[in-house]
Each structure stands twice: as structure tokens, then as C-alpha cells.
């Protein structure tokens, strides 16, 4: 039997902080976070365990989901977390329990120098409850809360209760660019603070967690973290994910540091992986602690989130395509020959672009906003709901045809609205504001930025430049090679059925629609 006494457990709280120990939710939660070097500030942003962490990824949540954690410290203190979090109309709720144990603990004393057994024994426990709410203020930013209320225990000896709260903010200023704000125990101590029953009383000390994640390419991400508390270092954490690969894995790697002091800190990597299918999930994250190399940890996550309706009827619309036997829709219009002519009979016969009611397809009619809605959310494969209606834009009606395209396509962020609360839903597209909606809904990699020219009209200045470099470079705009780029020109229905066709989504369309003639 193991032989555990009180200056172990003692020397162990001191090193990973008064902050660790107060608030136990500062080890990890969620072995995902920990194999990427405890990274979770901004780079999870849809993964249930990381609203606990910043309370505005729970805006990010499509559908309710339900996660585990357990790591055990030292081979001494067994933490455990079970968490849950509901997306509303009004908002996400979560709701976290992360308990920490460790018994029969042997008091010690120190005579003459030597640490000896005192002849009594006690157990000690840490637990925090976690009342989350985030909420989707701008399709680029979001807000989040989080109510703790904490409660320790050394048996025979103290115990105490305390709460406080965590604000989070989430933007996502690009696709590919998130950064996150989360200030930890952020209520002043005169209001918030460990009450003991020895009649003492202990502030629970402020934190905060400045993150970055960065998504170069579709199976890769990377990510920072900073953590600032007052009278310690400014500690970093770095992590990468590369997956899914074969649709169910993924591997993860970082660097974590925590603090041994007020002026030092130490560093310790990390290793981890990550298995998913059907909306279940598996994490491990390996944890090597170079101070205390007998608290090398082993996380283990669990969680589940269903997949939303939408993405069930996307794989099955993707099914019903691939057995779909197709007659190819041309168009008198659009001759053979003529500019996008094969990306416009394609797209016309899976019946994501249409044509008029006599028959042509009108190629250089310029595309409005409400157009393009639908336009996106057919090539997402997404389903609307006809019956849903909200109030989000004054110029939106109910009975439009379009509303339910664009209250989706805002929801998803691909369309935004203007500041005073209008959509202008039949304001023609100018091709450059088409051109940053397309790059965004297929997600291409956008550098950070430029420092040539992409066209002669068009200054490394503009706030489109970096959008246009990254549709030149995947090849997009061939069609306007040794001409200028006409930001502000109209956008054509042409051009639209010509760029749709370059996305992810739009090829894997075209691909269907060929095997079925």
C-alpha cells in the first residue's frame, strides 16, 4: 500500500499554484485542450468541453452535447468532470461538476528537522460547480458567462465554500482566425471569496487567458494561449491538431507551462489523440511534468453531440444525389463556347442555380444578396425550415421567398446584416463583396497579409486584397487574367455559377451530377 503523507500533497499544491488549487478547472478540462498544451481559449470553439473553459464558445454549440473527464494527479488526487450544455433561442446553457479526491491522508510534523507521521489521518476534496451561459451577439463575435461555486475540504482539520465569474469573448475576425478572451475570477474579493469555518477568509486570485487559433489548412489547426495572474509569470501554451484523418482521427501535440513561483515557470509537453464517429468522442492527452516526474498524467475524455439536422440531411441529400440519375439542363443562352457554360448546366441540373420561366438563364444578370443566400445554403446542402421566422432584419418579411435562405446564411455567418438593422436583401452583389462571401463559405486558406498587388487595380490596402490573393491563388480567377479585378463592378450569375463551382461543396456536386448521366 502506498505510503502517502501530508508534505507530498502539500508541496504538490504549491507548485501547481494557489490559482490550481482554488480553482480546479485551471488543470484541463477535456483531454482534447490538454494533449494540444491545455489550448482552449479560442480553438475549440464547437467542442462541448471548451465552453467551460471560455464561457462564449457556448455560442458556438449547434446541438446539445454531454462530456467526461478524468486524470488521475500523482497517483494521489482523482479528478473527474461531467459536464452538459443545451444551445436556446435565447442562448447556450452549460452546466460543469469537476470533483478532486484523495484519502487517507497521514498528517505530518516536523521535529528536529525531519518531516515524521503525526498519528492522524484526513481526506481531502476540491470541487467547483460551473453554470455557463454564451450568447452570439455579431455572426463574428460572441459572449459568454460563467457562475463557479467552489467548495474544499481537508476532513478533521477545515473546509470552506466560495464562488465567482468568469467572462469570455470569442471573435472571429476571418474563417480561418479566431482569437478569445477569458477573464477567470474576475468578481473582486470583497464580494467573492473561499469562506472557512475556521472563521478565515481567502480571495480567489483573477486570471487571465488570451487566446489564437489559426486554421492554415482544413485538416490543421494551430494554436497559442497566454495566461497573466498577478505575482506570477505570464505563462504560454502552444498546441497543434492535424485531423480528422481517415474521418475519425486525430493527433495532437503542445507545450505547457505552468508556474513554480512568482518570477519562474515550467515547461512540459504534451501528447495526445483523438477518435470521433457519429457524434461520439474519445479523447487521450499524455502529460509529462518535468518538475514532478511522478506526476506524469493520463487524460481521458468521453463526450457526445449528436449531429444537427442539418448535417444529417446533408449526408443524406448527398446519398440521394449519388443515386440520382440525371438529364443534363442546358440553356438557349448559353451557347456552346460560352464563359462557365459546363459549371451552369451542371449546377442547374443538381438544382442549386436555376433558370427563368422562358427557358433562359440570363448569364449576365447581375446577383443580388438574397440571391446569393440561396445560392450558398444549396450548395451546403443544408435544409431550411419554411415555418421558422425571426425578427433579425427589418427588411426581411416573413412571407419572402428568400427570408428562410438568408435568416440560415446569417445564422451560419456567410451573410451579414448593416448596421441599422437592414439586409437589403435585393441589393445587387459587387464582385468583390461576392468573391469574400464564396472565399469565406469555402473556407480557403487567407494569408495573414500581402504585400504585392493581385491586380492592377487593386491596392494591397483594400479590404478585400487578402480574400481576392487567396481565390488568385487557388486558381479561381483565371478567367480575368491580364485584366483588371473591377471590385465594385456587378456580379454576374455567370460568374457566381463559375466560382460556386471551384468550392469544396460545388465540386463534390458536379462530380455527382457526372456520375449520374
Not at 446541438?63 to 494527479?73: C, D, E, R
Not at 435544409?383 to 418579411?397: G, I, R, S
Not at 487574367?481 to 456587378?490: A, I, S
Amino acid at each position: 500500500m502506498r505510503f502517502r503523507i501530508c508534505w507530498f500533497l502539500v508541496l504538490y499544491l504549491a507548485v501547481v499554484s494557489q490559482a490550481t488549487v482554488l480553482d480546479p478547472t485551471q488543470l484541463g478540462l477535456g483531454a482534447r485542450s490538454v494533449g494540444m498544451g491545455r489550448c482552449a481559449v479560442a480553438a475549440l470553439d464547437s467542442d462541448i468541453n471548451a465552453v467551460f473553459i471560455n464561457p462564449a464558445n457556448g455560442a458556438e454549440l449547434k446541438k446539445w452535447g454531454i462530456s467526461s473527464m478524468y486524470v488521475n494527479l500523482s497517483e494521489d488526487i482523482a479528478y473527474t468532470q461531467l459536464g452538459f450544455a443545451v444551445p436556446q433561442d435565447f442562448g447556450t446553457l452549460g452546466l460543469s461538476y469537476m470533483s478532486g479526491s484523495s484519502g487517507g491522508i497521514i498528517g505530518t510534523t516536523l521535529e528536529a528537522g525531519r518531516v515524521k507521521p503525526s498519528g492522524f489521518t484526513f481526506d481531502y476534496s476540491s470541487s467547483v460547480i460551473s453554470l455557463v451561459y454564451g450568447k452570439k451577439i455579431f455572426p463574428d463575435l460572441d459572449l459568454g458567462a460563467a457562475l463557479k461555486y467552489f467548495a474544499k475540504s481537508f476532513s478533521s482539520v477545515s473546509s470552506g465554500t466560495g464562488f465567482d465569474l468568469d467572462l469570455g469573448v470569442l471573435w472571429k475576425p476571418r474563417p480561418d482566425l479566431k482569437v478569445g478572451l477569458s477573464q477567470q475570477n474576475t468578481l473582486p474579493a470583497s464580494i467573492a471569496s473561499m469562506h472557512w469555518d475556521t472563521g478565515n477568509s481567502e480571495g480567489i486570485p483573477f486570471n487571465t487567458k488570451l487566446g489564437l487559433s489559426y486554421t492554415p489548412l482544413t485538416e490543421l489547426l494551430l494554436t497559442a494561449d497566454l495566461d497573466y495572474a498577478r505575482n506570477k509569470p505570464i505563462l504560454l501554451h502552444g498546441g497543434l491538431e492535424w485531423g480528422p484523418l481517415f474521418k475519425f482521427l486525430s493527433l495532437r501535440g503542445g507545450l505547457d507551462q505552468y508556474a513554480q513561483n512568482s518570477s519562474t515557470s515550467v515547461t512540459n509537453f504534451t501528447l495526445g489523440v483523438g477518435l470521433s464517429f457519429a457524434g461520439f468522442g474519445f479523447d487521450y492527452a499524455y502529460y509529462n511534468d518535468t518538475l514532478l516526474p511522478s506526476n506524469v498524467a493520463h487524460y481521458f475524455s468521453f463526450r457526445y453531440q449528436p449531429p444537427t439536422t442539418a448535417e444529417i440531411a446533408a449526408v443524406t441529400k448527398v446519398e440521394e444525389i449519388r443515386k440520382t440519375k440525371y438529364v443534363l439542363k442546358t440553356f438557349p443562352d448559353v451557347p456552346e463556347g460560352f464563359f462557365a457554360r459546363d459549371e451552369i448546366n451542371y449546377l442547374a441540373t443538381a438544382g442549386i442555380i436555376a433558370g427563368y420561366p422562358d427557358g433562359t438563364f440570363k448569364p449576365a444578370k447581375n446577383l443580388t444578396r438574397a440571391e446569393m443566400a440561396k445560392l450558398l445554403v444549396g450548395l451546403s446542402g443544408k435544409q431550411v425550415d419554411l415555418a421558422a421566422y425571426e425578427k433579425v432584419f427589418k427588411d426581411v418579411n416573413k412571407n419572402a421567398w428568400s427570408t428562410p435562405y438568408i435568416l440560415l446564411a446569417y445564422k451560419e455567418g456567410w451573410l451579414s446584416g448593416y448596421p441599422d438593422k437592414t439586409f437589403k436583401p435585393n441589393r445587387v452583389l459587387t464582385r468583390a463583396e461576392a468573391l469574400v462571401l464564396i472565399v469565406k463559405f469555402d473556407k480557403l486558406k487567407i494569408p495573414l497579409f500581402i504585400t504585392r498587388r493581385t491586380f492592377p487595380d487593386l491596392p494591397e490596402t483594400h479590404w478585400s486584397s487578402e480574400y481576392v490573393f487567396a481565390a488568385k491563388e487557388a486558381g479561381w480567377l483565371n478567367y480575368l487574367e491580364g485584366q483588371e479585378f473591377k471590385p465594385n463592378t456587378g456580379f454576374t450569375r455567370m460568374e457566381a455559377a463559375h466560382l460556386l463551382a471551384k468550392t469544396e461543396a460545388g465540386r463534390k456536386i458536379i462530380a455527382d451530377v457526372k456520375s449520374g448521366l
